[in-house]
Every structure is written in C-alpha cells, then in structure tokens.
C-alpha cells in the first residue's frame, strides 16, 4: 500500500475514533473538519469492507470500451514520428484520407497516453527511435528536427562542436565620459572556448560591430589557424540590414561568415555575452 493512501486511511480511521470517543458525532466532524453525510459513509464503507474499502474509490477508471482500436492507436503513434511537426487536426485529416478514422481530441488523447502531446516530445521521440533503430529520417522529419533546432537557438539553447563554431556579439551601453559622450562595448564570445574580446567605442554602429571582429576576433583565430563559421547577434540596427548597404552584414558576407539572428523579445538568447562580461 502507497504511503498516499495510508495516510489517507488514517485521515479517515482518525474521525472514525474520535467520534467513538467524543461520543459525539457532530462534534468529531466539527473538529476534524468533515460532514456529517461524509462521517456516515466513511463509517459505513468501514463496517462493510474494513480498514481497506477507506481507500478513496471515486477517481475516474478509464473506460477501455471507449479507446479507440488498438490498430489506430499504433497508426497515430507511428504517424507521430513520420511528421512530427502536424497537430492534431491535420493528423485526424491526413489519416482520414488512409481510411483511419479518428477524431481531432482522440489523436491528441492517444498522444498523451503514450507521452507525444508537444512538438518537442514528438521530436525526442523521433530522435530516439532513430538513434536506436537507425532510422533513415525523411525530408519531413529532417525539416521538424532543423525547425526545433533554430527554435532552441532563438530561445536561448546554443548548440556549439568546437571553438569558431559560433560565436557570439552584442553591444554594452557602458556610460557617459565628459568630455567624450556616450560609450559603448562592443563585446565577442566563442561559444564553444568561451574566449571573449571586447572593446570600446563612442558610437553603436554596424562599423563599429565589423572593427571588432576585423581589429580582434578574425586575427585571432587566423593566429591559430582557425575560422569562424557562424555569428549570433541581435536584430539591433548595428547588426541587421541590408548586405549591399550594411557594413556588418557586407563584412560578415564578405568573410563568408554566416548570421543568425535572436527571436524578438528573447534577449536571453545571447545571454552569454551579458553572463561573461556584466
């Protein structure tokens, strides 16, 4: 027996008791906080099956009668993993025109029972099954799997192989110097080292983003024979613009360098430039 319902058993075994002491019916329910309808049933459950019939039998048994066969439910499942990216709407469409006929809330019913009910937990599925059985994954599941992946990056997960993978650059408001004005950090992250540089200037501008990188970063990693494959900013107008009469953007082009972009409203996506530096 579960510690859940012994304590449960003993909730109710308590009032029973404390009536039979108190003498008192009415009184041991005020105490104890119960009905007196509720006092009767427990006490009547108690003379009729025991300590055990205490245990709470009023949660809901699945009627198996009402599921759906056992052959649609796998067809779901397996339509699941083929395209993961569908709800449950186009999957009901979709299987209806295969002569499968189950509603909207009854594939989203048999994706909960077997833990499918998300995008993400159909594409761990995917990801499963194919590491286990070695799946050759089609083009549908190969777009499911390059649309999470972008997603986590937008939202902050950063998947990174080996230094100049990917790295990372956003701008710092610093302060204000008299005499000088406003400054600003310009500031860089391998994601993968964690090797950082930064410097200041007067003005946020996409000149300014390319110094950085052409002053610092790419010397660098030049240095040791190395590259930068992937850039992660902001959508900030000193990163993002058009390639032909953006400075940033024509500088990552011209290096063959390529950008990526945060999701809107999702600053913690970059967020490793503010942990290395603030």
């Known amino acids: 027996m579960s510690s859940f319902n012994q304590s449960v058993i003993k909730h109710k075994t308590s009032l029973l008791t404390l009536a039979q002491e108190l003498g008192n019916v009415s009184k041991a329910c005020k105490l104890m906080g119960f009905s007196r309808d509720t006092f009767y049933r427990y006490k009547k459950a108690h003379e ?25 439910e796998n067809r779901v499942v397996q ?9 449950q709407l186009r999957v009901s469409n979709d299987l209806r025109k295969e002569g499968v006929f189950v509603s909207p809330s009854g594939v989203r019913s048999i994706w909960l029972r077997h833990g499918l009910e998300s995008m993400k937990l159909r594409l761990a599925a995917l990801e499963k099954r194919s590491a286990d059985e070695g799946l050759v994954l089609t083009e549908a599941q190969v777009q499911a799997l390059e649309k999470k992946k972008q997603d ?5 997960e950063i998947e990174t192989a080996h230094p100049g993978y990917l790295g990372s650059q956003d701008t710092f408001y610093v302060g204000t110097i008299k005499g000088v004005g406003r400054i600003y950090q310009q500031t860089f992250v391998d994601t993968y080292s964690k090797v950082a540089f930064a410097k200041l200037y007067k003005t946020k501008t996409p000149i300014t983003a390319a110094d950085l990188l052409n002053d610092k970063v790419l010397p660098f990693f030049m240095e040791h024979e190395m590259g ?22 024509l500088y990552l082009g011209v290096n063959d ?8 409203r999702h600053p913690q996506t970059n967020g490793i430039c503010w942990r290395t530096f603030v």
């Not at 699945?62 to 066969?69: A, E, Q, T, Y």
């Not at 339509?79 to 709800?87: L, N, Q, S, T, V």
């Not at 360098?257 to 809107?264: M, S, V």
């Open 48 to 72: 009729e099956g025991g300590v055990d019939a205490l245990i709470d039998a009023n949660r809901k048994k699945p009627n198996l009668k009402n599921r759906v066969d056992e052959a649609i």
């Open 79 to 87: 339509f699941a993993i083929d395209y993961p990216a569908y709800g």
């Open 152 to 156: 986590d990056e937008a939202c902050g």
């Open 228 to 249: 930068i494959i992937r850039m992660l900013t902001d959508r900030g107008t000193e990163y993002c613009g058009k390639v032909e009469t953006h400075d940033y953007e």
């Open 257 to 264: 360098i390529e950008h990526t972009k945060t999701k809107a």
